[in-house]
Structures are given as structure tokens and as C-alpha cells.
């Protein structure tokens, strides 16, 4: 295997306020926030990250991305990173499609003037959105703005794409949007790390899978292995567990 991303122990801990306060997460006035994670991902392939509110997968993000430094650990990333944030409309500064790519790729020294408009098109036409290349991108859908956070990373040339929460306030249809660009990127080369709790969206795309639990890396494996888990300990619904009664149904 080779791995686009290779982290050792990192810790990234932040200083607590109430000084008396110990246990769980709180140690000697610091709250671990991430504590000691190790783990590689590997190049070409889809990965999901899963854990619960608060189990630290964007501060992993943003430590991979180079937003933040961790405390102690080794961080090697091995390829350009591109990150698609949690909210669609926070990444979107264009007032158009076609405009927002652009704006993303001026001034980049990969990119020089006459080149940006052909490449600002190809994004545009794999994420699906070259119909709408010109339209306002305040009218764009939730799903397709998602898909134009991706445009934008595609053009950057981002070998390593991250998605932070990418079906957080989409309807069914956008979901098939976002997984259908998921789906197609490891055969573009594109190494792919979904950050979610929604696993029942996006655990048959991933081909490795790893669970963070209370700032720890308590599962890396295959989806398959993780079934057979306790994903639930760990404040994940089980994707598989469903339910043919109605009753059943009520997420309490
Ligand atoms: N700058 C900061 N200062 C203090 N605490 C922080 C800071 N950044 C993150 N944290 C804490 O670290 C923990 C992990 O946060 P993180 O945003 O990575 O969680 P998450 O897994 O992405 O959660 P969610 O599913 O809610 O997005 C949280 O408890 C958060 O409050
Ligand atoms: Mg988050």
C-alpha cells in the first residue's frame, strides 16, 4: 500500500478553563481534543472517517490540509490536498460557476492566463455543472453547490480530496449527485476521504474505513470488519441496522 497521507501520534490538545476540571478528555488542564492518532491512508482509494459530534474529524481535516498545527506527531502529506467544507455557501465566492473556479486558480503558478479558462470548463463539465457554468450561483441547489466546491478543487489539481460532512442538508437526489462524483474520483487518480456519520450513504464507496471516538482512532479496517463492531458504541448508527416495522423506525 502506499499512503498519500502518513500520521503518527498526533495530539492536538486545547487549555481548559475550569483548572480543577479531569477525566474522559481532561488531562492535567488540557482537553485532548485529538490524542495520538496513527494512521495511513492510502493513495487511490475512497476512505471514511467516521465519528461522532465533537470526535475531532475536522480538526484532523485541517491538520492534514496544513490549517493547523498538532501539538506533537508526525504529519506527511504526499500529494496536494483540496478540501470541500461542511457548508457549501462558506467556499463559494463566484458569482457564477464559471467564475468561482477561475478565481480559485488565478495566480496559481500551475496555471497561466490562457490556460484557465479550458481548465475551468473541464471541472466544470466533470462535476456536471457546465450547464449552469453561467447561471448566479446563489440559485445553484444544495447538491450542486457541493459539486462546485468539488470544480474547484478538481481544478486546483488536488490530489487528496477531503469532504467534511458532504451530505449534511442534502435531499435524497443530492446525495446521488455528490456520490455519483465520489464514486468516479479514485479512477481519476484522486485519493478520497469522507468525514461523516452518515454511514449508511457512503460505506459502500469506501474500499478502507477508520472510526474516531473521543479524540482516539479506536477502528481502522475494511467497511466489511467494521460491520461486525460496535459502531454504536461509539455514537455511529449502524448502517445495516434496519428494520421492517415502523415502530422500529423512530431514531430515539
Ligand atoms: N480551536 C479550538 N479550541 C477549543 N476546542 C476546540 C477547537 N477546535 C476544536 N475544538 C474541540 O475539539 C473537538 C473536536 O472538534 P471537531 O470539530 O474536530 O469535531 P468533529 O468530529 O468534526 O464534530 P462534528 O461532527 O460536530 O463536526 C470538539 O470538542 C471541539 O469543541
Ligand atoms: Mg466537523
Known amino acids: 500500500m502506499t499512503a498519500a497521507v502518513h500520521l503518527e501520534g498526533i495530539t ?3 487549555r ?19 490524542d495520538g492518532i496513527s494512521l495511513d491512508i492510502e493513495r487511490g482509494v475512497c476512505t471514511v472517517i467516521a465519528g461522532a459530534n465533537g470526535s475531532g474529524k475536522s480538526l484532523l481535516m485541517s491538520i492534514i490540509a496544513g490549517l493547523e498545527e498538532p501539538d ?32 480559485g486558480i488565478r495566480g496559481k503558478p500551475f496555471a497561466r492566463k490562457a490556460e484557465i479558462p ?23 441547489s444544495g447538491g450542486e453547490k457541493r459539486r462546485l466546491s468539488v470544480a474547484g478543487v478538481l481544478a486546483m489539481n488536488a490530489g487528496i480530496i ?22 468516479d474520483l479514485p479512477a481519476k487518480n484522486k485519493t478520497v476521504v469522507i468525514l461523516t456519520h452518515e454511514l449508511e ?30 459502531l454504536e458504541d461509539w455514537g455511529i448508527h449502524h448502517p445495516l441496522r434496519g428494520s421492517s416495522r415502523l415502530e422500529e423506525l423512530i431514531w430515539l
Open 72 to 103: 506533537s506527531g508526525t504529519v506527511e502529506v504526499r500529494e496536494k490536498t483540496g478540501l470541500v467544507f461542511q457548508d457549501a455557501d462558506s467556499q463559494i465566492l463566484g458569482e457564477t460557476p464559471r467564475e468561482d473556479v477561475a478565481i
Open 162 to 183: 477531503i469532504f467534511d460532512e458532504p451530505y449534511a442538508n442534502l435531499d435524497y437526489p443530492g446525495i446521488v449527485q455528490v456520490n455519483t462524483l465520489i464514486r
Open 118 to 140: 479550458p481548465l475551468v470548463e473541464a471541472s466544470l463539465r466533470d462535476t456536471g455543472l457546465l450547464s449552469r457554468a453561467d447561471f448566479p450561483s446563489r440559485f445553484l
Open 16 to 34: 481548559v478553563l475550569d483548572e480543577e476540571a479531569e477525566g474522559g478528555r481532561i488531562r492535567g488542564g488540557f482537553f485532548y481534543a485529538l
Open 201 to 230: 450513504k457512503c460505506l459502500a464507496l469506501a474500499k478502507r474505513f477508520a472510526v474516531l471516538f473521543e479524540g482516539k482512532l479506536v477502528f481502522d479496517g475494511t467497511p466489511a470488519e467494521s460491520l461486525k463492531t460496535p
Open 12 to 14: 492536538k490538545t486545547f
